[in-house]
């Protein structure tokens, strides 16, 4: 494949009001898929997806990632979404993508499978993960809240032995403390695309809206009022990797170093 193929098929327009029971934010879907194109193709060296296949946690309706499976021959991704919904949007857009010999999407817990022998045998997780930041899970739609910080999920996956992980990181999700971790556990940053986004129908919501307002306020992170950053970034344990860029990744969400 050609690395300047990095087209990715922009998902139609978001609703004005998301329909309930699976995510939809068309630009950060996008954001995502052209991400994990981009960074999977140009790092194919360090990261062995071409032998192993992806794991993905939370594929939403699949719209991001089918389009990229289309794109990228020889990509085989395991997706798992705990939302039923998702998951029967999913297979109907996998489907209609043609790409269900390579992108299936189960049912369930991402980290039940994670610890199971299969998914024992995969090492690069790509995820656009829950993060939405509130003080419980009472919100627009639950399986995106994120912890007190929005970052719970992403801890988690840090934690649980892969090698590399392709995951969006937002400004407003306590991103220091998570790469932070992401240090102390022996990964680096190989790469990452930063976009400004606009709040959209989860982080506006009063209730968390106003929790994204407090915790920015106490260090835990970036917004700008009603808009965020969101930076989707290669980390890796390659002990190949020849250059961090941790630094430049804070920078670019508007962290100071
Ligand atoms: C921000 S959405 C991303 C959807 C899709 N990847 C995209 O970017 O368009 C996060 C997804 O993670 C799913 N999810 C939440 N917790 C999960 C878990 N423990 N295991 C698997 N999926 C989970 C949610 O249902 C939701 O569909």
Redesign the pocket.
Known sequence: MDPRDTAVLLPPPPATDPEHG??D?AE??AH??FSVQLLLTQYASLVPWQAEGVA??????????AHVVRAVPGLRVHG????PT?VEKARQTIGGLGVSDRYGVKL????TWADSPAGRDVSTVI?????IPAPDGDIR?P??WGGWYGND?VLRLLKAGFDHLLV?LPSYSDPAATLATAADLGYQVANFLAMGLEFGAYSREPKVARHIAEITADGHGWSGGDSYVVAVALLTRSPELPRDRATELLRALQLSV
């Open positions: 699976f995510f934010c950060e879907s995502y898929a993905e946690l939370g594929s939403g309706d699949a719209r991001a990632i798992t979404d705990i939302s998702s369930g817990d991402f980290f995820a656009n993960p829950p993060y739609m399986e995106l999920l969006a």
